[in-house]
């Protein structure tokens, strides 16, 4: 967000999922190589204590929390997986994706612009999803189910 090379530079892009303008979308996700000289430790989640592991089952009604760019830590409730049909505006246009988690913010907005690639973990910090798309204004998001974007980039949780 906003800075400049090199000073600002964290990482390198390794693999990309390229998003679909016709068709549907499974997941919006990057992959990228944290420079060596980042202190960053992927099994600790600040403020959530360490990872747990990958859930695969997301049953309606799950607790779950995310940390954000924007918003910081939230906390929210699955509403429905597998969710399909929904259409996020992109600059290259209104794209369509399935199989996406939706969550209902506690109190408030679940996420903000920003936010996005956030890790969502369940209350046992499994990992759960990751962060796409908020309803401006509302207080429900979408995140991709992650253990289908760690299909789709050929990756596993450490």
Known sequence: ?????????????????????????????????????????????????????????IPDGLKVAKLGRSTGKTTGTVKAFSIDGITVNFELGNLLFDDQIEIEGDGGP????????????????????????????????????LAIVFDKLKIKLL
Do not use: W
């Not at 800075?3 to 390794?14: E, K």
């Not at 209350?123 to 429900?140: D, E």
């Open 110 to 145: 679940f996420s903000k612009g920003g936010d996005s690639g956030g890790l969502v973990v369940d209350q046992q910090n499994m990992a759960v999803g990751m962060l796409m798309a908020g309803a401006v204004g509302k207080t429900r998001s979408y995140a991709n189910t």
């Open 1 to 57: 967000d906003m800075g400049a090379s090199p000073g600002d530079v964290v990482g390198h892009l390794l693999e990309s999922s390229p998003l679909m303008t016709t068709g549907t979308n499974l997941i919006d996700a990057a992959l990228a190589r944290i420079k060596p000289d980042i202190g960053f430790d992927a099994k600790k989640l600040k403020g959530l204590g360490n990872l747990n592991g990958l859930r695969t089952s």
